[in-house]
């Protein structure tokens, strides 16, 4: 009987995959790269808690302070798909590293930065290090489990981004109001170099082949193997030819903005409108960053759960996520500063980044396995371009005109577009899931058919 969902050679993997040791050693890959995400999320979001030293020493606007934290989320886009089809032909496993040790680096620079220029140029070589990381990084990570886990997996990981922002906050606040602002960019600079490291020593290509599910990933299909080997004109028609694909590149773009510019500007909101000391408005907004991370989490596993029989379910879901953190961030912004409002924007938070599940797990479900570094990188392009990049400074240009309350109130609306998208991919994606199965179907015919 013909199966609901696509029986990719990842499906068929499922049932293969290694136990025991090499499930431990999978999780030990997750953990590495996990804690890498995090220290480059913590290279990212310190700034953010250092945003009132900043403008007082060097006298900065708002819109300046935004392009401090837009021009990293700005190299990530451009560069996020160019090198990830470099790390697929180079190595993804050793990429990584290469990636940790530039943007650790950079950040200490950030430290050392003796004016505005100086700070920008040291921020857009941590762009540089960090553009492929995510699809990178979850690519490896796809590799190394079943198919089925996906969506789990894509929040999972992707929340790491969170904690590490929370950690770049909280700490980078701690730091910079006992030592000064230039020792918190030196703190996560430690971090990241540690575990850098770390993960040199303990993860390798054949490591990974050999002990985790990526070795039954290679045996169910020999052509899709962890290096990329499809002609560059193929890989772009696979990741740009589906409609639902583009749709939930565009989708999750959008939402993102509304994530992005909460992230950004939550301490200084904190900071103005609580009367919060940097420290304390670190610490609190991380509080909220923690709620976005674990909300990732279990969104990404309600979405596998419930889309385990009917894949349609997973985009309703993402369309669900951006509606209610629209309605709860919307609501939150116009009480007055209190306990009512914090709690409603914790809600809105909670879901606000829940499409990043779905949305990975659909475009990982659509392309096949060689080239979902790639795909994941299209999607990365999309996050950055559309949410990322323009947030924190088209916020702060909004802000430098009506206020940063004003322009906190007008982001969440952004969301309804991202709600628009999501209902155009699902119109799409079962029809698109059939044509990924004929295909995947063709080629596994092709390859047992006597030369």
Known sequence: MRQTLPETASALADHTAPKGRSAFYAWVVFALIFALLMSDYMSRQVLNAVFPQLKLEWGLTDAKLGALSGVVALMVGLLSLPFSLLADRWGRVKSL?????????????????????????????????????????????????????????????????MFGAVLGMALGGVVATHFGWRAAFVAMAVFGLVVAVCYGLIVTEGRLARRT????????????????????????????????????????????????????????????????????????????LIVSGVGMTLCGMLTDWVGRKAPGRKVKLAIAYCLLSCVLLTVALRLAPGTAQLLLIGGGVLVAAGTWGPAGAMVANLVRPA?????????????????????????????????LLGALQVVPLVSLAAATLFVLAGRNYQRDLGRAEKQSEGERASELAPA
């Not at 939550?266 to 000391?277: D, G, K, V």
């Not at 323009?390 to 009506?402: E, I, K, Q």
């Open 97 to 161: 590293a290469v990636m940790a040790l530039l943007w650790s680096a950079s950040t200490l620079a950030c430290g050392l930065a003796a004016s505005y220029g100086h700070m920008l140029t040291a921020r857009f070589f941590v762009g540089v290090g960090e553009a492929a990381y995510g699809s990178v990084g979850l690519a490896v990570i796809l590799s190394a489990f079943p198919a089925s886990m996906r969506a789990t997996l894509t929040g999972a990981f992707t929340s790491g981004g």
């Open 213 to 288: 599910h990526a070795g039954a990933l290679a045996a169910a299909n020999a052509n899709d193997t962890s290096r990329g080997n499809l002609p560059l004109p193929a890989t772009l028609r696979a990741v740009f030819g589906t409609p639902s694909l583009v749709f939930a590149y565009l989708g999750s773009g959008l939402q993102l903005f509304t994530v992005f510019a909460f992230v950004a500007w939550m301490p200084s909101y904190l900071n103005r409108y609580y009367s919060m000391a940097p420290d304390k408005s670190a610490l609190a907004a991380a509080v909220l």
């Open 371 to 403: 080239i979902h570094s790639t795909a994941l990188a299209t999607l990365t392009l999309a996050n950055n371009l559309l949410g990322a990049a323009p947030a924190p400074f088209l916020t702060g240009v909004l802000a430098d005109r009506v206020g």
